[in-house]
């Protein structure tokens, strides 16, 4: 059977949860697959190399810089899954800030804590075979991703944004209807529309899509009366150096 | 005099949730430290909530913990809401009760039978438990998913829901839509039934809490999701008064924060919410409670699987009613007006106490932000643990009396990536 490994970096454990919870498929999946390595759910650890290999969380410190390299070195595929491992997760916002200075609002010690000024992508590390977003992941998307990798084919995971799945859920348009500020046009689908499900705009937890138009819907976020001060922060959370990055590139 | 050294490791802890080590040094006989290392990466939440509106505090801080994040959803709008006395409609309250039942049903049904069972039937997970007990195994993915279905119906989303805000909820769901909810929680309350005759049936090693309980505690029901503190000591205190009490320090080993009460060591979490708030809990949870064996409080860790099956039970039975009394909330949200202030906010995560504290300017931005969460709260009773277990146990095999650490750590469900922070043992004899 092929073996399938779980590796967490920093993180707050969901993305990899997120396997657990697929009630009704776990158990048919642990009958496709070895679970060799999973510290979350076992206290069995199988040794490597492993087909394929789920990594959640970012880089934040030099031990951890290391350790992704070994489970890149043991790892047939490896797939990031969730914003921290593809973006940094809000972490990341230590990057626009000093670190130093975080470091010592929250201890007192500060010289007891090793970490890295940034906290940096899984990809910024080491080759990734496929990257799965969001904040947490979506588990459909998830059992999607697994499958495919055993059967040696593509995920078939849409690079479109979650306007698209607003659309065929049949939902009326926060942000046209009620005039509420939605990330919706530029944000990769995958959620399958959460917040306008529930009146609620968009709030980014996929990260931008391919080509994503940041100047366009940032005018719109502002006739809709937020000042730059709240159009830094929507875009400033759990994926942040991936819309800044988005924000550097033409759109398509 | 003979000089004995013995040196036992486990480079990483399984079945918790998080990244640490443990390090325990015996020399000739006798324990001499036992250390709760937790070196998962740092996160700065505090740091970063400064400067953002009150509003993201909600969908911030439940990024801290993929497994309770309505916990800290909910102590950040009940420290917010509390600093500018924002009037909350009882339908409203209700409707988040319901919402963190099912994180309870959820994470206590995930600990059972995914992280805790396990131990006491000698297997390295609960896949390898389905090849012997398959029905078993399924009846804890049905509770689990259960508690999950209330998360997404109710909050949107199972992980870090989308629904919750300050003053209550984006959308209220309608009671059409909460009544298939009520199917699915009748089937699991004999679930949740027979998962507590289950796990009363397991053997349990001897050991006696010996430090103070505290839990939040509330007037009208069993608390959960809001209320002011209790302990075993001192009658009661006000949750704004809580960092008058608690106090935390760091230490060398450790990226979480220790806390201590009343400059003492303390536990919060399920054992400290059973024996203190008993008498709150429905006559069918207390009934089941009795037929296991429990008595009215619960002093030995390793039955705190007993006391979280119970707990299952209440939150069923507490979810079913909330929906069977079910108003719709019309507006879904009261509307905060932003003032200077400071707010406190507790709530019981599935694991223990969770305290958020803010400061917040005229705008309703962050100005300051203190979040004590349940792991760093417990983790000085856990280490004590470990130093009396090791103590009583030193005739053990290295393999046996490292298995028994382990044990006793995951019997408090400590969720380190909240605080902050995983597991490495090793166990230092010299």
Same mark, same amino acid.
């Given at each position: 059977?092929?073996?399938?490994?779980?590796?967490?970096?920093?993180?707050?454990?969901?993305?990899?949860?997120?396997?657990?919870?697929?009630?009704?498929?776990?158990?048919?999946?642990?009958?496709?697959?070895?679970?060799?390595?999973?510290?979350?759910?076992?206290?069995?650890?199988?040794?490597? *190399? !492993?087909?394929?290999?789920?990594?959640?969380?970012?880089?934040?410190?030099?031990?951890?810089?290391?350790?992704?390299?070994?489970?890149?070195?043991?790892?047939?595929?490896?797939?990031?899954?969730?914003?921290?491992?593809?973006?940094?997760?809000?972490?990341?916002?230590?990057?626009?800030?000093?670190?130093?200075?975080?470091?010592?609002?929250? !201890?007192?010690?500060?010289?007891?804590?090793?970490?890295?000024?940034?906290?940096?992508?899984?990809?910024?590390? =080491?080759?990734?075979?496929?990257?799965?977003?969001?904040?947490?992941?979506?588990?459909?998307?998830?059992?999607?991703?697994?499958?495919?990798?055993?059967?040696?084919?593509?995920?078939?995971?849409?690079?479109?944004?979650?306007?698209?799945?607003?659309?065929?859920?049949?939902?009326?348009?926060?942000?046209?209807?009620?005039?509420?500020?939605?990330?919706?046009?530029?944000?990769?689908?995958?959620?399958?529309?959460?917040?306008?499900?529930?009146?609620?705009?968009? !709030?980014?937890?996929?990260?931008?899509?391919?080509?994503?138009?940041? *100047?366009?819907?940032?005018?719109?976020?502002?006739?809709?009366?937020?000042?730059?001060?709240? =159009?830094?922060? =929507?875009?400033?959370?759990?994926?942040?150096?991936?819309?800044?990055?988005?924000?550097?590139? *033409? *759109?398509? | 005099?003979?000089?004995?050294?013995?040196?036992?490791?486990?480079?990483?802890?399984?079945?918790?949730?998080?990244?640490?080590?443990?390090?325990?040094?015996?020399?000739?006989? %006798?324990?001499?430290?036992?250390?709760?290392?937790?070196?998962?990466?740092?996160?700065?939440?505090?740091?970063?909530?400064?400067?953002?509106?009150?509003?993201?505090?909600?969908?911030?801080?439940?990024?801290?913990?993929?497994?309770?994040?309505?916990?800290? $959803?909910?102590?950040?709008?009940?420290?917010?809401?509390?600093?500018?006395?924002?009037?909350?409609?009882?339908?409203?309250?209700?409707?988040?009760?319901?919402?963190?039942?099912?994180?309870?049903?959820?994470?206590?049904?995930?600990?059972?039978?995914?992280?805790?069972?396990?131990?006491?039937?000698?297997?390295?997970?609960?896949?390898?438990?389905?090849?012997?007990?398959?029905?078993?195994?399924?009846?804890?993915?049905?509770?689990?998913?259960?508690?999950?279905?209330?998360?997404?119906?109710?909050?949107?989303?199972?992980?870090?829901?989308?629904?919750?805000?300050?003053?209550?909820?984006?959308? /209220?769901?309608?009671?059409?839509?909460? /009544?298939?909810?009520?199917?699915?929680?009748? %089937?699991?309350?004999?679930?949740?039934?027979?998962?507590?005759?289950?796990?009363?049936?397991?053997?349990?090693?001897?050991? $006696?809490?010996?430090?103070?309980?505290?839990?939040?505690?509330?007037?009208?029901?069993?608390?959960?999701?809001?209320?002011?503190?209790?302990? #075993? #000591?001192?009658?009661?205190?006000?949750?704004?008064?809580?960092?008058?009490?608690?106090?935390?320090?760091?230490?060398?080993?450790?990226?979480?924060?220790?806390?201590?009460?009343?400059?003492?060591?303390?536990?919060?979490?399920?054992?400290?919410?059973?024996?203190?708030?008993?008498?709150?809990?429905?006559?069918?949870?207390?009934?089941?409670?009795?037929?296991?064996?429990?008595?009215?409080?619960?002093?030995?860790?390793?039955?705190?699987?007993?006391?979280?099956?119970?707990?299952?039970?209440?939150?069923?039975?507490?979810?079913?009613?909330?929906?069977?009394?079910?108003?719709?909330?019309?507006?879904?949200?009261?509307?905060?007006?932003?003032? /200077?202030?400071?707010?406190?906010?507790?709530?019981?995560?599935?694991?223990?106490?969770?305290?958020?504290?803010?400061?917040?300017?005229?705008?309703?931005?962050?100005?300051?932000?203190?979040?004590?969460?349940? #792991?760093?709260?417990?983790?000085?009773?856990?280490?004590?643990?470990?130093?009396?277990?090791?103590?009583?146990?030193?005739?053990?095999?290295?393999?046996?009396?490292?298995?028994?650490?382990?044990?006793?750590?995951?019997?408090?469900?400590?969720?380190?990536?909240?605080?902050?922070?995983?597991?490495?043992?090793?166990?230092?004899?010299?």
């Amino acid at each position: 059977m092929p073996s399938l490994a779980v590796w967490k970096f920093a993180s707050c454990d969901g993305c990899q949860l997120t396997l657990l919870d697929c009630e009704d498929e776990l158990l048919t999946l642990a009958g496709q697959v070895t679970i060799a390595h999973f510290l979350e759910a076992s206290s069995q650890v199988l040794p490597g *190399p !492993y087909d394929v290999s789920l990594v959640e969380g970012s880089i934040t410190t030099p031990a951890d810089a290391e350790r992704i390299r070994q489970v890149r070195e043991q790892s047939r595929v490896l797939v990031t899954i969730g914003a921290c491992a593809t973006a940094g997760g809000i972490q990341a916002l230590r990057n626009f800030a000093d670190v130093e200075q975080f470091r010592s609002v929250v !201890y007192a010690r500060p010289e007891y804590i090793e970490t890295l000024a940034t906290s940096t992508p899984i990809a910024a590390h =080491v080759p990734v075979d496929f990257e799965l977003r969001g904040c947490p992941i979506d588990k459909r998307q998830l059992l999607e991703v697994i499958s495919a990798f055993l059967a040696g084919r593509k995920p078939d995971i849409p690079d479109t944004s979650v306007c698209t799945e607003c659309k065929r859920r049949g939902l009326t348009c926060v942000m046209v209807a009620d005039g509420t500020p939605c990330l919706g046009p530029v944000t990769h689908a995958g959620c399958g529309a959460l917040c306008p499900a529930v009146a609620r705009g968009c !709030y980014g937890c996929f990260g931008p899509m391919t080509g994503a138009n940041l *100047p366009a819907l940032t005018g719109q976020l502002r006739r809709l009366g937020m000042d730059d001060t709240a =159009v830094g922060r =929507v875009f400033a959370t759990f994926n942040v150096t991936a819309f800044r990055e988005a924000d550097n590139e *033409p *759109p398509h | 005099m003979s000089h004995r050294t013995r040196q036992l490791r486990v480079s990483s802890l399984a079945r918790v949730e998080g990244e640490g080590a443990l390090r325990i040094v015996v020399a000739d006989g %006798h324990v001499e430290d036992a250390q709760l290392e937790i070196y998962e990466p740092p996160r700065f939440f505090e740091a970063f909530l400064r400067g953002r509106a009150f509003r993201e505090a909600v969908d911030i801080t439940s990024r801290i913990c993929g497994i309770c994040p309505v916990a800290y $959803q909910t102590s950040a709008w009940n420290a917010i809401e509390d600093a500018w006395q924002v009037p909350v409609d009882d339908r409203i309250s209700a409707l988040r009760r319901l919402l963190y039942c099912g994180e309870w049903i959820s994470s206590h049904a995930l600990h059972i039978y995914l992280l805790h069972a396990p131990d006491f039937l000698g297997y390295p997970d609960a896949v390898a438990l389905a090849r012997d007990q398959r029905p078993t195994v399924e009846r804890g993915l049905a509770l689990k998913k259960a508690g999950n279905a209330i998360l997404e119906l109710v909050g949107g989303r199972a992980i870090h829901p989308v629904n919750p805000r300050v003053g209550g909820f984006h959308r /209220a769901p309608t009671a059409a839509e909460l /009544a298939p909810l009520a199917e699915r929680l009748r %089937h699991a309350l004999d679930d949740a039934l027979t998962t507590v005759r289950w796990v009363a049936g397991f053997d349990f090693p001897e050991l $006696q809490l010996d430090c103070e309980l505290a839990a939040v505690h509330h007037p009208g029901h069993y608390a959960i999701e809001q209320g002011d503190l209790v302990t #075993t #000591t001192r009658s009661s205190f006000p949750r704004r008064d809580f960092l008058e009490h608690v106090t935390e320090r760091q230490v060398p080993h450790s990226t979480a924060l220790y806390a201590e009460l009343d400059g003492r060591r303390y536990l919060t979490g399920p054992l400290a919410r059973y024996s203190l708030n008993f008498a709150q809990l429905s006559p069918l949870a207390r009934d089941a409670a009795a037929a296991a064996g429990l008595e009215a409080t619960c002093g030995n860790p390793f039955r705190s699987i007993v006391v979280r099956a119970v707990e299952t039970v209440y939150a069923v039975e507490e979810a079913l009613r909330i929906i069977g009394s079910y108003d719709r909330p019309d507006p879904p949200a009261a509307d905060p007006t932003p003032g /200077a202030g400071i707010g406190h906010g507790v709530s019981e995560a599935p694991r223990g106490l969770l305290y958020h504290r803010y400061e917040l300017d005229a705008e309703g931005v962050i100005r300051d932000a203190t979040i004590i969460p349940p #792991t760093s709260q417990n983790q000085a009773a856990i280490e004590n643990d470990l130093r009396r277990i090791v103590s009583a146990n030193l005739g053990l095999e290295d393999a046996a009396l490292t298995s028994l650490c382990e044990r006793t750590i995951r019997n408090y469900d400590p969720c380190i990536s909240c605080s902050a922070h995983f597991l490495d043992l090793t166990v230092e004899h010299r």
